[in-house]
């Protein structure tokens, strides 16, 4: 059974920092691209950053310069560092897998494994 857990997240202050966990278990982690998405209140959940299997990465033009994804393919975890939060960064924040599609184009439509969230909330 496959299973992506979420973990790190929490109320902080603008400026702060975060650094959010996924922890796969069930697959074959190297041979997935992973991605973070996250959803705000009333809003449809978005892409935010990708990495593939070949630790190529990428962001969301919102959070280029402050978030860093990476992942430890020896312990089956994908990371977000995510720096300078701002009150918009405020969502719960998926993790999730796919064993086809490009990290470059990566949305949440048809992706093979969700996670089931960490709450993100940035205070002003």
Not at 62 to 82: C, E, H, P, W
Request: aromatic share 10%.
């Amino acid at each position: 059974q496959v299973q992506l857990v979420e973990s790190g997240g929490g109320l902080v202050q603008a400026g702060d920092s975060l650094r959010l966990s996924c922890a796969a278990s069930g697959l074959p982690f190297s041979l997935y691209t992973m991605g973070w998405f996250r959803q705000a209140p009333g809003r449809e959940r978005e892409f935010v950053a990708s990495i593939s299997r070949s630790i190529g990465r990428y962001y969301a033009d919102s959070v280029k310069g402050r978030f860093t994804i990476s992942r430890d393919n020896a312990k089956n975890t994908m990371y977000l560092q995510m720096n300078k939060l701002k009150p918009e960064d405020t969502a719960v924040y998926y993790c999730a897998a796919d064993r086809l599609k490009s990290a470059q184009a990566m949305d949440p439509a048809g992706m093979d494994y969700w996670g089931k969230g960490t709450l993100v909330t940035v205070s002003s």
